[in-house]
């Protein structure tokens, strides 16, 4: 017992508070009556509080993921788009065999049901052993204090500059992270996401840590200048500088970084094309080109997503989604992506992540030279280097604010999507939105069955069973 007492009062500075192992030469802890005294405490009190929070919205929806019974509540609205008009067959495409399933979907998803929980329950374990590593993980970095280590090692392999010793710790950093992340990424693609027959890649693990390099260091760089060289209001042009770096990168990972890692081909003349620039047109859309990705290449999941500024704005489609749904439902699907455009939604989330960034940023400025913060830390507080001083903002004083804005902004999402849902409705399309959505969830063993807080927390677009019913509601009043 003594010898536990020994060790763990270690961790334990001269007024109470955790200290890390291993401090800078020079390091002291912060005096009692500094506000930022506890930080580490602190810290590490928040990050067991959002671990026991996450891991009981985690017991939650592992439990609803293990219920036999398909929920009465989704029989019931998917009855009724059934009974309503039930499900297109599926037109014929060139090349292709004719659709094989037809009619009513209920009996669709009903067989689809077993396999989906079986596919939320391997995805739930897999995320509660994740953070469970995660948290371990933070705790001993923070407790050993690795964040000065590392500096004081990448001074030693490079000491010609700040910049230039960041930049060797993030890189360390990175190769730590990565190699400590990889074995859980290797099972959710190939054991997880293959075992329920969605994965069909290999790694791209390699080409991403080459992209991250070439344009992750120049950024990072680019930023501790401009906060080095910005003065008091160094926060207005790191501002600037990340709205400029946001809309370059807009254009950027469509047109560039995308097309590195999957192939996109123009879709070729026909019926769904016609109609989608029609589509287009109907509602002032300025769309130029529609791309058909080969997402097969990697996984069964189906989507389709836009892109482009001003009067250049190009739909993006995977082969997986026009194999699963019928031309009508994709023009649904793409009606209600449209709505997000016409409804300024893509803009309000633009906007609302700008100020986001100022915000925080300008939060930052204000603890800039909060000595005391760093010491905490293991850091000599008057020379903290400026990216370890931007890492453990964003660690410590702003971390709670994140958590909450983040929850609000899930739930405006989860409005925009109803909203959406609306337009789509309005342009005469809510019943083939309606079959298209359940279709989507079959071949993508999405949940049915959900703990509404766990969706609440996690989930940006409502359960399939919200926006049905909604849908439904819509023909109500509209009768």
């Keep these: 017992m003594e010898s536990i007492k020994t060790f763990l009062s270690q961790f334990i500075d001269e007024n109470g508070n955790v200290t890390p192992l291993y401090r800078q030469e020079g390091s002291e802890a912060p005096p009692a009556d500094s506000v930022y005294a506890a930080a ?105 204090g690795f964040m000065p280590y590392v500096w004081d090692l990448s001074s030693g392999i490079y000491n010609g500059g700040e910049i230039g010793t960041s930049l060797v710790f993030m890189g360390i950093t990175t190769v730590i992270s990565t190699v400590m992340e990889l074995p859980f990424e290797l099972y959710s693609t190939f054991q997880i996401e293959k ?3 969605f994965n069909k890649m290999t790694t ?23 906060i080095e060289y910005g003065g008091d209001r160094f926060y207005v042009y790191l501002w600037v500088f990340m709205f400029l770096f946001s809309v370059l990168m807009m254009t950027l990972v469509p047109t560039v970084i995308m ?4 192939k996109y081909e123009p879709l070729k003349d026909c019926d769904l094309r016609d109609r989608t620039f029609k589509l287009a047109e109907s509602i002032s859309y300025p769309l130029t080109k529609l791309f058909v990705m080969d997402g097969s290449k990697r996984s069964s999941h189906s989507n389709a997503f836009m ?46 992540t700008q100020i986001y960034t100022g915000i925080s940023f300008y939060a930052f400025s204000l603890c800039f030279n909060a000595s005391d913060l760093y010491s905490a830390f ?20 702003w971390a709670p604010v994140d958590k909450v804005l983040s929850f609000l902004l899930t739930m405006n999402s989860r409005r925009m ?63």
Excluded at 47 to 54: A, K, M, N, P, S
Excluded at 456 to 477: F, G, Q
């Design 195 to 197: 075992k329920h027959g």
């Design 307 to 352: 892109f482009g500024f001003g009067s250049n704005k190009r739909v993006v489609l995977f082969d997986t989604l026009m194999n699963q749904a019928s031309d009508d439902e994709i023009l649904a699907i793409l009606g209600h992506e449209f709505g997000h455009w016409k409804l300024g939604h893509n803009m309000i989330n633009f906007i609302t």
């Design 204 to 226: 791209d693990k390699v080409k991403s840590l080459f992209l991250t390099t070439i344009i992750g260091g120049p950024f990072l760089a680019l930023m501790l200048k401009i």
């Design 378 to 397: 293991g850091f000599v507080g008057d020379t903290a280097p400026t990216l370890i001083a931007l890492l453990l903002f964003f660690q410590t004083i």
């Design 417 to 479: 999507e109803f909203e959406a849902d609306k337009f789509g409705f309005d342009l005469g399309m809510g019943q083939d939105l309606q079959t298209g959505l359940i279709k989507l969830c079959v071949e993508n063993k999405s949940g049915i069955t959900y703990a509404k807080l766990y969706s609440m927390y996690h989930h940006s677009h409502p359960p399939i069973d919200e926006r049905l019913s909604a849908l439904m509601n819509y023909e109500k009043k509209r009768i």
């Design 40 to 144: 580490l405490t602190y810290t590490l009190m928040f990050t067991f509080v959002v671990y026991i929070l996450e891991a009981n919205l985690d017991d939650m929806q592992y439990a609803a993921y293990k219920v036999k019974e398909f929920p009465k509540r989704v029989k019931e609205v998917v009855w009724k788009v059934d009974a309503a008009g039930g499900a297109k067959k599926g037109e014929k495409k060139e090349g292709e065999e004719e659709e094989e399933e037809s009619g009513p979907l209920l009996p669709r998803l009903e067989k689809a049901f077993e396999s989906s929980q079986a596919y939320g329950v391997d995805k739930i374990r897999f995320q509660m052993v994740t953070q469970l590593f995660g948290l371990v993980e933070g705790v001993v970095f923070m407790l050993c």
């Design 259 to 262: 097309p590195m890692f999957n």
